[in-house]
């Protein structure tokens, strides 16, 4: 079955920059999105189609992908954006899979 | 905009089938605008897909739980619904509802429930 790795944890400081990876094998010819989810709280869809934001999504979320690799990018990274982040990936063949999740740490 | 609740036992037996529900307002569950479906949590973990139906009737089911999953649509009550059977306690989890914008979104969730809690003992 189809897999996609993500980093268990990732850490930044507050205003700078985070990446948050995304790998699977060919997973530039999938659909990828990516969700945040906050301690006790459903998950909230940040990016669609590896690069649309939804409507309500501040503008420092980004993301794109490459190859066999995705990237959520938080820039000017806040105190509110500390959360577990998953990515998903779906193809033509009806499969759909999450991520492990990331756990982004703002110290 | 879509608004989804879930519902149903919080406590099922081994061996036996948990059945949920997803009460959909907002719309109507048979517009082509959306499509409907299940995510889960085990305590601690990461998401895991469950499946998906379309206002067509088609669902596509997570190989891993095919033979055990249903999911089917409520027209007249606005609800589709979730069957697991089989149950054990790896199966104990936050089941959510959720759904997406047909035709633009590409299987990604925009709208989900709070979460139901379901644990598996005797």
């Known amino acids: 079955s189809y897999e996609v790795t993500q980093p268990s944890s990732v850490s930044v400081s507050p205003g700078q920059t985070a990446s948050i990876t995304c790998s699977g094998d060919k997973l530039g010819d999938k659909y990828v999105c990516w969700y945040q989810q906050k301690p006790g709280q459903s998950p909230v869809l940040v990016i669609y189609?590896?690069?649309k934001r939804p409507s309500g999504i501040p503008e420092r979320f980004s993301g794109s992908d490459s190859g066999n690799t995705a990237t959520l990018t938080i820039s000017g990274t806040q105190a509110v954006d500390e959360a577990d982040y998953y990515c998903q990936a779906w193809d033509s063949s009806a499969a759909l899979v999450f991520g492990g999740g990331t756990k982004l740490t703002v110290l | 905009q879509v608004q989804l609740q879930e519902s149903g036992p919080g406590l099922v037996k081994p061996s036996e089938t948990l059945s949920l529900t997803c009460t959909v307002s907002?719309?109507?569950?048979?517009?082509?605008?959306?499509?409907w479906g299940w995510v889960r949590q085990s305590p601690g973990m990461g998401l895991e897909w469950i499946g998906t139906t379309y206002y067509t009737g088609t669902t596509y089911n997570n190989p891993s739980l095919k033979s055990r999953v249903t999911i089917s649509v409520d027209t007249s009550q606005n609800q589709f619904s979730l069957r697991l059977g089989s149950v054990t306690a790896a199966d104990t989890a936050m089941y959510y509802c959720?759904?997406?914008?047909?035709?633009?979104?590409?299987?990604?969730?925009?709208?989900w429930g709070q979460g139901t809690l379901v644990t598996v003992s005797s």
């Open positions: 907002g719309d109507s569950i048979r517009s082509s605008a959306y499509y």
């Open positions: 959720a759904s997406g914008l047909a035709g633009s979104r590409q299987q990604a969730f925009d709208y």
């Open positions: 189609q590896g690069s």
